[in-house]
């Protein structure tokens, strides 16, 4: 049995009590949590030069360029403390690490890089943005900041299926973190739902603790690639199965996973499968609710850039605000290509703030 009310807890928790186990267990090499380096709930009078959302691979790119800038960048760290890079295993395509590098280490590198040339970090949720204003008006949970440009780094986050008893079993078996929660799964059998790279990486994780994954997906064609495709199929612990979706999860009165009533999409004909856990891997939403009305944004959500990460509001750009990383991606979403546009969200804020006489 699992402790349960570790895998009921919140991301942030979730994140950080990962690093934990991951520390505690050896494998966190070099990875260390920064502190806060602004007080919390001290409101800011001070105009900021910049101000960027999130903590990912795009933010910290655009905070070592911008710190590097002599512009002291204030990093906001929303809930999910270094994008979706702090929660990954080993990332083997990122330029530079011919043996791969550990997505957390990955991340505090880059965070203290940025740190090492004045960039600030604080733990801050945005509420409000007044994104056409000048200077810029950010009202978050750690009190107000105006600054003269804001890069939009803010990433997405995982995505649910949005059936009542996944819901209501989050934390009890239903997961979107294999590497936080994949370790009370030991010895048991686990479902993973996707037919992108998130599955595989997920469910070839997973097959360490589980018996046997099985990976649903509903359609017989994947989008991973096909590395990541031929390692899954080739796992003698995974099993996939495709053209099937998840009508239920079962075990909600017990509050913890039975099982998953599950139906194939072909044939209409429904079965159950006997699992204790089911971990999510079907893509991600960006998070960009605050910024609704203010910058246009895609029918799903993502920002709609031009030229790379000027943002735009009915067409017209919004000068000062630029968007980078996965927020406004949709279609490559690498690490690599997050710190790309990182990088020049970065340069067209130094390129603002000059041509605006700061
Ligand atoms: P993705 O490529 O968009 O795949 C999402 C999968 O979930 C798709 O197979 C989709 O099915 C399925 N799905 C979406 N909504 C669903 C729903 N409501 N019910 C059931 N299935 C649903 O997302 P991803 O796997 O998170 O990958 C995102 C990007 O990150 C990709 O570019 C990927 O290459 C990259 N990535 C790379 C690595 C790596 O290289 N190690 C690891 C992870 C992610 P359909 O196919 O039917 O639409």
């Known amino acids: 049995m699992w402790p349960a009310k570790r895998m009921g807890e919140s991301k942030e928790e979730c994140v950080s009590s990962y690093k934990e186990r991951k520390r ?3 494998s966190g090499r070099g990875f260390e949590v920064l502190p806060s380096t602004i007080d919390s709930g001290k409101p800011m009078a ?3 030069d910049t101000v960027i959302l999130g903590s990912g691979c795009a933010g910290l790119t655009a905070a070592l360029y911008t710190a590097r800038a002599g512009l002291k960048p204030l990093v906001l ?22 043996e791969g590098i550990q997505g957390p280490e ?11 040339f004045g960039a600030e970090y604080q733990h801050a949720h945005l509420e409000g943005v007044e994104a056409g204003a ?5 009202r978050t949970s750690a009190g107000e900041l105006q600054t003269r440009t804001l890069i939009v780094a803010s990433g997405a986050s995982a995505r649910w299926l949005g059936l009542p008893s996944e819901q209501a079993l989050i934390g009890h078996g239903v997961s979107s973190c294999a590497t936080c929660d994949g370790f009370f799964f030991r010895d048991k059998d686990i479902a993973v739902i996707g037919g992108g790279d998130s599955a595989m990486e997920e469910a070839i994780f997973l097959s360490r603790f589980a018996t046997k994954v099985t990976l649903l997906h509903r359609r017989n064609a994947f989008r991973a690639s096909k590395i990541m495709l031929e390692r899954a199929m080739a796992h003698p612990k995974i099993e996939l199965r495709t053209n099937t979706v ?3 999860v079962l075990g909600v009165d017990e509050k913890e996973v039975k099982g998953l009533r599950l139906r194939d999409v072909k044939s209409g004909e429904q079965d159950e499968l006997k699992v204790s856990g089911m971990f999510l891997g ?27 990460v000027f943002t735009t509001r009915n067409g017209a750009v919004v000068p000062a605000v ?3 990383g996965d927020v406004q991606d949709r279609r490559y979403r690498q690490a690599i290509t997050a710190a790309g546009s990182g990088c020049m969200a970065a340069l067209e804020v130094e390129k603002y703030l000059e041509e605006h006489g700061h």
């Open 24 to 26: 505690e267990a050896g």
């Open 46 to 48: 001070e105009i900021r």
């Open 77 to 98: 760290e929303g809930h999910e403390p270094g994008g979706q890079l702090s929660i990954t295993t080993l990332v083997e395509n990122f330029p530079g690490w011919p």
């Open 106 to 116: 990955l991340i505090g590198n880059m965070k203290k890089q940025a740190a090492r």
């Open 134 to 138: 000048h200077p810029i008006k950010l």
């Open 246 to 248: 998840v009508e239920e």
């Open 282 to 308: 079907i893509g991600h939403v960006p998070n960009t609710k605050a910024f609704v009305g203010q910058i246009d944004l895609d029918d799903e959500g993502y920002i709609k850039t031009t030229n790379n």
């Open 322 to 324: 630029f968007a980078c």
